[in-house]
């Protein structure tokens, strides 16, 4: 019978043990840097939505500038951000989120301050189909959001892809979904937050 050699099984236990602590020490100390980049890029797409230039700022000053610009508020039990540039308020950036065809669909759309057009649409999080569904995130899709007229509305469908706006091609049910989502909260939004600000 053969002799079996302890070493190798040594080596092993030991390499192993210094590669985890080696990888938890760096997890460690890139920690609170890796929770300021998840942040910073959340403030960008809040500064995307109200066209704030933050082009090649740094995670610290990106986190200046949205404490600069936006203000969190409450109004009807719900969270939102008035939005100040020079000292104005230019509008609101209301969250929404709600269930699309694969998970949940979570954004933001920023609401002129006399409450009659969108000022831009940003999509944080999704679980829409890379190259259909995932298209929500192309600019050419949120672009055509941005100084979308919402006062003139009839039924609270506030979004329509009848008229300025455009659906995915292919992507039927997440465009359905955008639509649902925006409307749902606009509706929200015009009913029950509007008269609180």
Not at 38 to 60: C, I, K, M, P, T
Not at 184 to 196: D, P
């Given at each position: 019978m053969k002799k079996m050699t302890v070493k190798p099984i040594l080596f092993m236990i030991a390499i192993t043990v210094v590669f985890t602590l080696v990888l938890a020490t760096i997890n460690?100390?890139?920690?609170?840097?890796?929770?300021?980049?998840?942040?910073?890029?959340?403030?960008?797409?809040?500064l995307n939505v109200v066209e704030v230039d933050h082009e090649g700022l740094s995670?610290?000053?990106?986190?200046?500038?949205?404490?600069?610009?936006?203000?969190?508020?409450?109004?009807?039990?719900?969270?939102?951000?008035?939005?100040?540039?020079?000292?104005?308020l230019q509008g609101y950036v209301y969250p929404m989120a709600d269930n699309a065809v694969w998970g949940e669909l979570r954004g933001i759309m920023g609401i002129s301050s006399d409450f009659e057009e969108l000022l831009g649409v940003e999509f944080l999080s999704h679980n829409e189909t890379p190259g259909l569904g995932g298209r929500i995130e192309e600019d050419d899709f949120k672009d055509q959001f941005r100084g979308y007229d919402i006062s003139n509305v009839e039924d609270d469908n506030f979004i329509d892809y009848e008229g300025e706006l455009d659906a995915i091609s292919g992507a039927t049910g997440t465009s359905n979904a955008v639509r649902r989502i925006m409307n749902s909260h606009l509706y929200e939004f015009f009913n029950e937050v509007r008269e609180e600000l």
């Amino acid at each position: 019978m053969k002799k079996m050699t302890v070493k190798p099984i040594l080596f092993m236990i030991a390499i192993t043990v210094v590669f985890t602590l080696v990888l938890a020490t760096i997890n460690e100390v890139t920690a609170d840097r890796i929770a300021l980049n998840e942040q910073a890029d959340e403030q960008r797409s809040f500064l995307n939505v109200v066209e704030v230039d933050h082009e090649g700022l740094s995670a610290e000053e990106v986190n200046t500038l949205f404490q600069e610009v936006f203000e969190e508020i409450t109004a009807a039990d719900r969270q939102l951000y008035e939005v100040h540039i020079d000292g104005e308020l230019q509008g609101y950036v209301y969250p929404m989120a709600d269930n699309a065809v694969w998970g949940e669909l979570r954004g933001i759309m920023g609401i002129s301050s006399d409450f009659e057009e969108l000022l831009g649409v940003e999509f944080l999080s999704h679980n829409e189909t890379p190259g259909l569904g995932g298209r929500i995130e192309e600019d050419d899709f949120k672009d055509q959001f941005r100084g979308y007229d919402i006062s003139n509305v009839e039924d609270d469908n506030f979004i329509d892809y009848e008229g300025e706006l455009d659906a995915i091609s292919g992507a039927t049910g997440t465009s359905n979904a955008v639509r649902r989502i925006m409307n749902s909260h606009l509706y929200e939004f015009f009913n029950e937050v509007r008269e609180e600000l």
